[in-house]
């Protein structure tokens, strides 16, 4: 099976300009992510709308794929991002891994988890999960939260803690439900992906500003994974200097 690692990059950002190139331990910040993404993949590839970006990446012999500037998301970088690599390579993805540029301490293993579910034809979207197990990230909107069925299939994607404990000081209810947070990570099948790349923003998506409800609004099964690592996105001046601290 063929599975392309694809890691969409943007150059603007509001709170860390040029986030992709920001140096972390003397290395751009995409570079670690390609190379931690490498060890799991045959094939990655960033894919973005700028040429500093691109400059960058070709400088450490990586595979780039130049994009529009008028995508919404992540996920129709890709959309359009696997198509030219299929003219590219003369092969079309099996399925497609997008990989957040902005985690330069991904482990492999979660890439290759993800990958391999969809060894199960049925599958056709896949995230990863992780058990939330304080109060901090618990009640945190900007790690979203995800309630699944007994198939591992996605319900709900909030910004809000799912479920609502009922009669639970909220202090004590990671002692009374296993809450999990969403990392942010999506496998797609190439079919899928330029399937859900056509569709318009949903009333849920718009609330939540979370596009996986866009998918679940229009039918789509997301199958959730759960994995015992967290993530660790760079998305200010704070994180970087605590990216470049860590051990």
């Known amino acids: 099976m063929f599975i392309a690692g694809i890691i969409p990059a943007r150059y603007a950002s509001t709170r860390l300009p040029g986030k992709p190139l920001a140096v972390i331990k003397g290395k751009p910040m995409i570079q670690h992510v390609y190379e931690r993404s490498a060890e799991a993949l045959g094939y990655v590839a960033v894919a973005t709308d ?50 957040q540029g902005d985690e330069p301490f991904i482990k492999p293993g979660q890439i290759s988890q993800l990958a391999e579910a969809f060894n199960d034809p049925s599958v056709h979207i896949a995230t990863l999960i992780k058990q939330i197990d304080n109060n901090e990230e618990l009640f945190d909107p900007a790690l979203p939260k995800v309630v699944f069925n007994i198939k591992n299939e996605a319900l709900y994607f909030s910004r809000w803690p799912l479920p609502y404990v009922r009669d639970v000081e909220k202090n004590s209810w990671t002692e009374k439900f296993s809450f999990y947070r969403h990392l942010g990570m999506y496998g797609y099948r190439t079919a899928t992906l330029t399937e859900i790349a056509k569709l318009m923003p949903s009333p849920l998506e718009c609330a939540e500003s979370l596009e996986q409800n866009r998918w679940l609004e229009n039918c789509y099964i997301i199958k959730v994974i759960v994995t015992e690592y967290g993530s660790f996105s760079v998305d200010t001046p704070e994180d970087l200097q605590k990216a470049n601290n860590l051990q």
């Open 50 to 99: 700028d040429d500093r970006i691109k400059d960058a990446v070709m400088q450490f012999g990586g595979r780039v794929v130049m994009t529009s500037r008028e995508h919404r998301s992540g996920t129709d970088r890709c959309a359009e991002a696997v198509v030219k690599i299929s003219d590219e390579t003369g092969e079309k993805p099996d399925a497609v891994i997008n990989i």
